[in-house]
């Protein structure tokens, strides 16, 4: 598990697995967010399985799966509720990191806060094809 802190609140990883659990809590987490949709490849943890895990842990959990093709999704609007409430400190996963990135810059509440996020998410590597197409 490789997480990436976007801000001090909001950290994105990639693919998580039950295994990966103790180590959110340990990190200080509050709140895990899954952007990617269940069998979007083989052998792929289910949601139900790091659901089961994650909330056993006492973690808030929320499944919020996005693709490039619906991005930014339905629930945009509680993507970013959540990842804009600095009260909890949130981990948002998908395949890589990206889709997660890109939905941070995408529900920032004022241009100004989306380009500070876009600004940190392109020094940190990310590809932000979405959230750019999303303007």
């Given at each position: 598990?490789?997480?990436?802190?976007?801000?001090?609140?909001?950290?994105?990883?990639?693919?998580?697995?039950?295994?990966?659990?103790?180590?959110?809590?340990?990190?200080?987490?509050?709140?895990?967010?899954?952007?990617?949709?269940?069998?979007?490849?083989?052998?792929?943890?289910?949601?139900?399985?790091?659901?089961a895990a994650a909330v056993?842990?006492?973690?808030?959990?929320?499944?919020?799966?996005?693709?490039?093709?619906?991005?930014?999704?339905?629930?945009?609007?509680?993507?970013?509720?959540?990842?804009?409430?600095?009260?909890?400190?949130?981990?948002?996963?998908?395949?890589?990191?990206?889709?997660?990135?890109?939905?941070?810059?995408?529900?920032?509440?004022?241009?100004?806060?989306?380009?500070?996020?876009r600004q940190r998410g392109a020094a940190l590597g990310?590809?932000?094809?979405?959230?750019?197409?999303?303007?």
């Amino acid at each position: 598990m490789k997480i990436v802190k976007l801000a001090e609140h909001i950290a994105v990883s990639e693919q998580l697995t039950k295994e990966d659990i103790p180590a959110i809590v340990a990190a200080g987490y509050q709140v895990v967010i899954n952007n990617r949709p269940d069998n979007e490849v083989e052998g792929q943890p289910s949601s139900a399985e790091i659901e089961a895990a994650a909330v056993a842990a006492g973690l808030e959990y929320y499944y919020l799966p996005v693709t490039a093709r619906d991005f930014p999704g339905p629930d945009a609007q509680r993507m970013a509720t959540l990842l804009h409430d600095a009260t909890k400190p949130v981990l948002a996963f998908c395949r890589t990191g990206t889709r997660c990135t890109n939905l941070w810059i995408a529900t920032a509440s004022s241009a100004q806060e989306r380009e500070q996020a876009r600004q940190r998410g392109a020094a940190l590597g990310f590809d932000l094809a979405m959230s750019e197409s999303a303007r």
